[in-house]
């Protein structure tokens, strides 16, 4: 039996207190030296280290992206904005339950898969942690309010403003300005590291035309700035900060009226149009239908959209300016160049036309124009003739007597072949063919029955509508070839001025010419493809663009031009070997309509390539669009140098 204190026995129970006093003393003690040790850890021997991690929870390094730099026209229209939107953004450290935030926030705002697959693509992008990442872009004042209401339900979700790239004239100017879009893991992979610290806290980068282009100039540099945030991931308080470098603004030779005035030309008609300012080669308008709407890629464009845009029978993103079809008539002129430089013609060379051109001794025959009309010809026929009435005999044997490897050569000179543009990288080369070419890509010599067709634009050559635009700008200017471009002027950074860009190899190219002679009379056999009339004792001897672009309504100036069908198949013929009414025709197999034309005055202002696709008529359809650009750029110049003409009178009289 367990022996009992007895209530007296005092020693014995101040014995057992004392002990129970010395033991809770010392595990009191031991506690306090294990608390103290830890304290003197902290404190002093990993003091850094936890005064490192506190401030990481606390203090946060942010990248600042940059204000993007605006894009204008020559006349200062702006072609290229930034406008503020809001966007829903997560910190995906703080969002403590982000499936159940993402149920509520879906109450009140459509959220698609492909919402949060890019989202989750933006995440794995960032480079770094605690900063905010887009879910949903643009909100509205509603969902906003929504937003605000639940926010105590959404952890790490915020609302934040942004600048984002706007496009005012949309689908006009949708091939010759590009867009931006979201940057993608294969773009940021491809630079290096300097230039992705300048992209972090960026979402987009130029992705074609001039966007991409002057990249560099209109990205601006990337700032940072430390801040403090709370255990919600708010930022209470900003600590230090290194304020980005706005990017330039730059100007374009673009005119945006102009550019609207070529669009509305176009019409419904796939095409293109380009106009050019022949002192300068600067790119007044550049326009190629069907379009798209850039804006729908700024942001991200959602598969359906896409698909719907690839999926077109037409292909709206696909540049017609840019890419090379046959030319047509419309390379007439430099082929005539061709023959006087060489000496195969001058201008009192004459040949007989039956309507056809056969190689000597060949039957196979090359059919004129003229030949699906009346099956005649155009008889005696010079160089300026043959121009103005697009005689196709008369330059079968220019091409003949040059012989495939002369005229190639010469036509490089042109700048044709290659993409001369400085500043459109994208542009198409085109093709010039050769022997040597042939053999290469085809496997196959060159054979005779070859190089007629290339001296009237139907063989196997290709140009731009781009390259044909700098072509009659180079003749516009009598022979003077400048290099096609956009830039105009940047931003000086100092001041903010804009300053004009001069390129350094802007001007290494020059055509071969004949004399300064040759090329007027050329010229001007270009100006009477427009402006020479019927003339009831000579047959055949009128413009071929006359009645349809200065037969209805006098021009107000001089005009220069040329004329080109470009086949897509061969010609349509029935069974008794006459031509096929176009209407009769598969829409797809219509000849393609294609028109040069220039200010012929001896200053000249604008040069212009009109390009239609399975337009069928280069004169009937191709010259009054032409005109149209034409008259659009030159009316309101030539009335406003009556307007200082007048008030010079004026004030002379006073």
């Not at 506690?31 to 003091?47: D, S, Y």
């Not at 991931?233 to 609207?260: A, E, F, N, Y």
Request: include cysteine; charge should be negative; aromatic fraction near 10%.
């Amino acid at each position: 039996m367990a022996h009992k204190f007895r209530l007296d026995e005092h020693k014995q129970e101040i014995r057992v207190f004392h002990g129970r006093l010395i033991f809770a003393a010392g595990f009191v003690t031991l506690l306090v030296l294990i608390l103290a040790g830890w304290m003197l850890n902290l404190q002093l021997f990993n003091h850094d280290y936890f005064s490192a991690r506190s401030d990481g929870n606390r203090l946060h390094s942010q990248f600042i992206p940059p204000t993007r730099g605006l894009i204008y026209d020559r006349n200062g229209s702006l072609l290229a904005d930034n406008r503020p939107i809001f966007n829903l953004t997560v910190v995906r450290e703080t969002a403590t339950d982000f499936e159940k935030s993402l149920e509520v926030v879906r109450d009140f705002i459509p959220l698609t898969d492909e919402d949060l697959e890019q989202y989750r693509e933006r995440l794995q992008r960032r480079s770094v942690p605690h900063t905010s990442v887009p879910l949903k872009f643009q909100l509205n004042d509603e969902e906003i309010a929504h937003i605000a209401v639940n926010q105590h339900k959404l952890p790490g979700f915020a609302v934040e403003a942004q600048l984002l790239r706007y496009y005012p004239y949309g689908e006009a100017t949708a091939h010759s300005i590009g867009y931006v879009s979201e940057i993608n893991r294969d773009e940021l992979q491809a630079m290096n590291e300097e230039q992705s610290r300048n992209y972090r806290g960026s979402n987009h980068i130029g992705k074609i035309g001039i966007e991409k282009t002057y990249e560099e100039h209109l990205h601006g540099t990337v700032g940072f700035e430390t801040v403090e945030k709370n255990n919600r991931g708010r930022v209470t308080r900003v600590l230090g900060r290194t304020d980005p470098v706005p990017g330039l603004d730059i100007q374009l030779h673009m005119d945006i009226q102009l550019q609207i005035a070529a669009e509305a030309a176009l019409g419904d008609r796939r095409g293109a149009i380009v106009a050019i300012d022949p002192a300068t080669g600067g790119v007044l308008a550049m326009v190629s239908k069907p379009g798209y709407d850039p804006n729908l890629f700024v942001t991200g464009i959602s598969r359906d959209q896409l698909n719907e845009l690839n999926r077109s029978r037409y292909s709206p993103m696909f540049n017609r300016a840019i890419n090379p079809r046959v030319p047509g008539s419309t390379i007439k002129p430099i082929v005539g160049l061709a023959g006087l430089y060489h000496g195969i013609v001058d201008k009192e060379f004459t040949i007989q036309d039956p309507g056809f051109y056969r190689l000597p001794g060949r039957s196979r025959p090359y059919y004129d124009w003229t030949w699906w009309v009346d099956k005649s010809g155009h008889g005696t026929i010079d160089l300026e003739r043959a121009i103005y009435q697009s005689c196709n005999t008369y330059f079968s044997h220019i091409a003949v007597e040059l012989g495939i490897d002369t005229l190639h050569d010469y036509l490089l000179t042109w700048g044709f072949g290659s993409n001369t543009a400085l500043d459109i990288p994208n542009a198409n080369p085109g093709l010039v063919p050769s022997p040597e070419w042939k053999r290469e890509a085809r496997g196959e010599p060159w054979y005779p029955g070859e190089t007629p067709p290339e001296g009237f634009g139907n063989g196997m050559f290709q140009a731009t509508t781009l390259q044909m635009a700098s072509a009659a700008a180079t003749i516009a200017n009598h022979g003077v070839f400048k290099r096609p471009r956009m830039l105009k002027a940047v931003q000086n950074g100092v001041d903010g001025e804009f300053a004009d860009t001069i390129f350094a190899d802007e001007d290494v190219l020059q055509p071969l010419l004949p004399s300064a002679e040759d090329v007027a009379y050329v010229r001007q056999a270009m100006e009477h493809t427009v402006s020479k009339p019927y003339d009831r004792e000579h047959r055949r001897h009128e413009g071929t663009a006359y009645p349809y672009v200065h037969g209805a309504e006098p021009l107000a100036y001089p005009m220069g031009g040329k004329s080109g069908t470009a086949q897509v198949v061969g010609v349509q013929v029935d069974a008794r070997g006459n031509r096929m009414d176009p209407e009769t025709v598969n829409e797809d197999h219509l000849n393609h309509a294609m028109f040069i034309a220039f200010d012929a005055s001896p200053k000249s202002r604008i040069a212009v390539a009109v390009f239609i696709e399975n337009g069928e008529g280069g004169s009937s359809v191709g010259g009054p669009l032409a005109r149209e650009v034409l008259d659009a750029y030159l009316l309101p110049i030539i009335e406003q140098e009556q307007v200082d003409d007048g008030s010079l009178l004026l004030t002379s009289s006073d």
